[in-house]
């Protein structure tokens, strides 16, 4: 169950405020509200895909690996987020494994509810095409990225995207980040990222320190997204 406060939160929410009253009535009610804690994870890639997640707060990270365990895609759910949107009316399985980078707070919607409760509002059904069409082009963004031939581009440009994801919520992304992880993110090795990340630090372009991440020259980042 959810309270009269979490109702309204979700009806003001764009995934759900075009759903016709009578069919959002019957949707908060198979609604749940839960709290996660950090490390715990949300489902397993090829588990049944029977729930989204919308983060009311904290933040989730989502990784899928190759059949050798070799090769990996990540990426990162900031609060607010519905998840997981790709495969929406189609897929039966998750695709991939989202787990919680910090304690954070969520609502488990049903998906086959959800998906009919959608159907009914044409406006509803805008939104999620536009959702997956903003999905999409930061996507290409991404592989913009890795096809980059230098891989100390690569750590700049992956840095660059968290600036630009994260900018609205300040110069520091509000989640720990491993070295090892920046290292996924582009494609490269530890090593790497940390001889990028020192001159980086050298040069006062970040501050780096127990897997805080802060940009102290953010147009230096961003500059890469002029002109799109």
Same mark, same amino acid.
Do not use: W
């Given at each position: 169950?959810i309270? *009269?406060?979490? @109702?309204q939160?979700?009806r003001?929410?764009?995934? /759900?405020a075009?759903?016709p009253?009578? %069919? /959002? ?5 198979? +609604? ?11 489902? @397993?890639?090829?588990d049944?895909?029977? &729930? /989204? %997640? ?9 990784? =899928?690996?190759d059949?050798?365990d070799? %090769?990996? !895609?990540?990426? !990162?759910i *900031? $609060?607010?987020?519905?998840?997981p949107?790709g495969g929406i /009316?189609q897929d039966?399985? @998750?695709?991939y494994?989202?787990s919680a980078v910090t304690?954070? &707070?969520?609502?488990v919607i049903?998906?086959?509810l ?10 509803q059904?805008? !939104? ?10 930061? =996507? ?5 990225n890795v096809?980059?031939?230098s891989? *100390?581009? &690569?750590?700049i =440009?992956?840095?660059? +995207?968290?600036? *630009?994801? !994260?900018?609205?919520?300040g110069?520091?992304i509000?989640?720990? +980040?491993?070295?090892k992880?920046?290292a $996924? ?7 790497t990222?940390n ?5 980086l630090?050298?040069? $006062?372009?970040i501050h780096y320190e127990?897997? =805080?991440?802060?940009? +102290?020259d ?5 500059r ?5």
């Open positions: 169950m309270t *009269k406060d979490d @109702y939160l979700l003001l929410h764009p995934a /759900f075009n759903i009253v009578e %069919f /959002f009535d019957k949707l908060a009610i198979e +609604i749940s509200s839960r709290t996660i804690s950090k490390g715990q994870v949300l489902f @397993y890639s090829g049944r895909r029977d &729930r /989204f %997640f919308l983060l009311v707060e904290g933040y989730a990270r989502i990784e =899928q690996f059949s050798s070799q %090769f990996s !895609y990540m990426d !990162y *900031k $609060k607010g987020a519905l998840l949107f /009316f039966e399985r @998750y695709h494994t989202a304690d954070l &707070r969520c609502f049903p998906v086959n959800y998906e009919a409760c959608v159907q009914e509002s044409k406006e059904l805008l !939104y999620i095409t536009r959702k997956l069409s903003s999905i999409i082009e930061f =996507q290409e963004l991404r592989l913009r096809v980059t031939a891989a *100390k581009e &690569r750590v =440009q992956s840095l660059a +995207i968290l600036c *630009k994801d !994260y900018e609205e919520l110069d520091k509000p989640f720990p +980040i491993s070295m992880e920046i $996924k993110l582009a494609a490269t090795t530890r090593e990222v001889q990028v990340l020192k001159n630090v050298e040069n $006062k372009k127990r897997k =805080q991440l802060t940009f +102290i953010p147009d230096y980042f961003l890469s997204f002029e002109g799109e």
